[in-house]
């Protein structure tokens, strides 16, 4: 008797709970928020050499043999966030650089992630016009997680001085108290002097602290 007059309080708890959960998951999801319309240039603007474009939803960057840098910054600043993208790399050596701040006339000064093909460093941190590469992974750690000419995703999450880098799933960077830039902004990058065709899309961020 007590078995049956508990089942359906037990079966509505169990709605209750679900129902919740699932409406946690879905505003975690909702926080996510796209930094591309997959159509324009809309919220970003190239600097330097080499022609960025939009196709079939992503940004396309080619340039051959360019003599500067080619950049797609982004019109605003941020700060702590997590960053989500999915890149391809046919050619060249590009990146994806975080709060950086540009120097005239292609310098993006700041962090930037490796993004390429395999033995360039994928996934690896690099401070441009400062230390250098800051943590790089191994020859055998990149192979296991870069997919050449197919699409590959990537989150960086940046909370103060702790940056934590995955590439397809798993962790390829990560630096700790690191005393670099609180803020900046994000920036494509095409490597001068070489021939250079690379592809982001689905671009979105997590932001956690909105900088002002």
């Known amino acids: 008797m007590r078995l049956s007059k508990l089942a359906p309080a037990a079966s509505l708890a ?19 928020k796209p930094l591309m319309d997959g159509k324009t240039l809309t919220g970003w603007h190239p ?47 590009s990146g994806f650089y975080i709060r950086t701040i540009i120097k005239e006339p292609e310098k993006a000064n700041g962090l930037q992630v ?16 400062g230390r250098g ?37 798993i962790k390829s ?3 700790k108290d690191d005393p670099g830039r609180p803020e900046g902004h994000f920036a494509l990058q095409m490597h001068s002097g070489c021939v250079m065709h690379v592809l982001f899309k689905d671009i979105e961020i997590l932001d956690k602290n909105p900088a002002k």
């Open 47 to 93: 600097v330097g050499d080499g022609q960025w474009t939009v196709e079939d939803g992503a940004f396309v960057g080619r340039a051959d043999k360019a003599k500067l840098y080619g950049l797609l910054v982004s019109d605003d600043v941020f700060s702590n966030c997590k960053v989500r993208f999915k890149f391809k790399c046919h050619s060249g050596d």
């Open 14 to 32: 169990l709605a209750v709970l679900l129902t919740t959960n699932l409406a946690i998951g879905a505003d975690k999801e909702a926080a996510w």
């Open 133 to 169: 590469w800051v943590s790089k992974p191994s020859d055998e750690l990149e192979k296991s997680y870069t997919k050449d000419d197919e699409w590959n995703e990537m989150v960086i999450d940046a909370d103060g001085g702790s940056v934590v880098v995955h590439v397809n799933g």
């Open 173 to 175: 960077a990560e630096l």
């Open 114 to 129: 490796q993004v390429g093909r395999t033995k360039s460093g994928v996934g690896g941190i690099y401070e441009s016009y």
